[in-house]
């Protein structure tokens, strides 16, 4: 059974910093690319990062220098280091692990970004 486990969500004043993680179980986790996703109130859920099986990474423009996206295959886990938060990035954070086969979702995990 795969399973993604998001945690480090929680509140954060503007200008501070979270960092995500998120454990995977029941995939071979090296051979996935690995990214996040978040989700406003009335909005569609976009990409935020993402990082290949290789390392290599792309990011959305509005979180570009601001936020890093990580992996450890020896832990079977993916971090997103968030810094300069603003209001805007107040979402549900979703981790997602895909191959060319499945495409798997974590259950999300909440970042509120005021004062």
């Known amino acids: 059974q795969v399973q993604l486990v998001e945690s480090g969500g929680g509140l954060v004043q503007p200008g501070g910093s979270l960092r995500l993680s998120c454990a995977a179980s029941g995939i071979i986790f090296s051979t996935y690319t690995m990214g996040w996703y978040r989700q406003a109130p009335g909005k569609q859920r976009e990409l935020v990062a993402a990082i290949t099986r290789g390392g290599s990474t792309n990011y959305a423009t509005s979180v570009k220098g601001r936020f890093t996206i990580s992996r450890d295959n020896a832990k079977s886990t993916v971090y997103l280091q968030m810094n300069s938060l603003k209001p805007e990035d107040t979402a549900v954070y979703y981790c997602?692990?895909?191959?060319?086969?499945?495409?798997?979702w974590g259950q999300g995990t909440q970042v509120t970004v005021s004062l």
């Open positions: 997602k692990a895909a191959d060319f086969i499945a495409t798997y």
